[in-house]
């Protein structure tokens, strides 16, 4: 087993464990952002850092482990967009449905002959 | 001066949900309003000519101003009518394929306290299963097995938009699946609320109409999907 995968199997299952209770939470998605943009800046600085933790973990290439971290991250992101996305239906939802029983009209009544 | 028996019916409230089905609704309503129901129309934001249809009607009537789907218009005409005092809550399509008769079989184990829900079925009869044409009949035979893995309840007929709840039962179901998943969310409800359900024979009159409007294959797959979905996010 190489060092990259001991690595990435538990991320993955902690990237769905942490997003699972929280879901929708606006500060595990703002440190996720924060960590990726970190991340890219350190690694647009010293590329050579990318090549060195590359080959420490048993990656390939920088590239290669810049393109697994990367696809986590926007999996992760997309995810909680996709939460947000469901929260803001239901709310359309009970928006709608509220509109409907306000303006909501009796029967008009036929006059008996 | 009211019979005792129109009191009764009035308290029964026929929810329809409808989407642009001007051609039909009228017909579908008026032997509903004749039998004396209470008749609710809940238009999902048709963009035809329903709402002046309708208007003419002595049915109650609320539209959304977007349209959210059948299970939404579903869950706002119980809400409507639970305000309004109902005892008995009957789910009827509006594009004519269900009868208005059959709504009397189905409130019966309701009035006599035998269920809290009631489900019609096509298919309890065998005379009545050459109602239903073959090739929808092995689509919803395959709706039926998805629906024991789904909701873990066996139906003859998963799919059968004619139901009647109690007061007590409507009050406890809120549908949230918004489009067609509800039929299996409903189910899902009901067996964790352990509500009390039958299902009583009903017949289906299909025309050309309606057949044109019945439920793509596809549409079994968006459905799981939705209550996977329902289960991951919550």
């Known amino acids: 087993m190489k060092a990259i995968q001991f690595i990435l199997i538990p991320l993955v299952l902690v990237t769905m464990l942490v997003y699972l209770t929280h879901a929708r939470s606006r500060i595990v998605g703002r440190i996720v952002v924060i960590f990726i943009g970190l991340a890219a800046t350190a690694m647009v600085w010293m590329p ?21 971290l990367g696809f986590l991250g926007l999996a992760f992101i997309c995810s909680m967009l996709f939460s947000q996305l469901r929260h ?19 029967p008009s009544v036929s006059p008996e002959t | 001066m009211k019979r005792p028996q129109d009191l009764d019916r009035k308290s029964v409230f026929v929810i329809v949900p409808s989407y642009n089905e001007q051609k039909v609704i009228a017909a579908t309503l008026k032997p509903l309003i004749e039998a004396g129901y209470s008749v609710v129309v809940v238009d999902d934001g048709s963009s035809d000519r329903t709402p ?15 349209n959210l789907g059948q299970g939404a218009a579903l869950q706002t005409g119980i809400d409507y009518a639970l305000r309004k005092g109902a005892e008995i809550i009957v789910t009827f399509d509006a594009d004519g394929q269900h009868r208005p008769q059959d709504i009397l079989s189905l409130i019966e184990p309701i009035q006599k306290g035998e269920a809290d829900v009631v489900l019609g079925s096509r298919f309890l009869r065998y005379e009545h299963k050459k109602d239903v044409p073959l090739g929808k009949r092995i689509l919803l035979k395959g709706a039926i097995l998805v629906n024991i893995l789904l909701t873990g309840v066996w139906l ?31 189910m899902i409800q009901i067996r964790n609320l352990k509500l009390k359900h039958v299902e009583v024979p009903t017949r289906v009159r299909y025309s050309n109409y309606s057949k044109s409007k019945g439920q793509s294959f596809w549409n079994a797959f968006n459905i799981m999907i939705d209550l996977l979905l329902r289960r991951i996010y919550k």
């Open chain 2, 52 to 66: 002046s249809i309708v208007g003419r009607l002595t049915v109650h009537y609320l539209r959304h101003p977007i």
């Open chain 1, 88 to 106: 803001q239906e239901m709310q359309l939802t009970g928006l709608t449905r509220a509109i409907a029983l306000i303006e909501a009209k009796n």
């Open chain 1, 48 to 68: 050579e850092i990318t090549q060195r933790v590359a080959e420490y973990l048993g990656v390939g290439r920088g590239t290669d482990l810049i393109l697994y």
């Open chain 2, 156 to 186: 003859s007929d998963a799919h059968n938009g004619l139901r009647a709840l109690s007061r007590q039962a409507a009050e406890q179901i809120r549908l949230r699946e918004n489009r067609y998943a509800h039929a299996s969310e409903i």
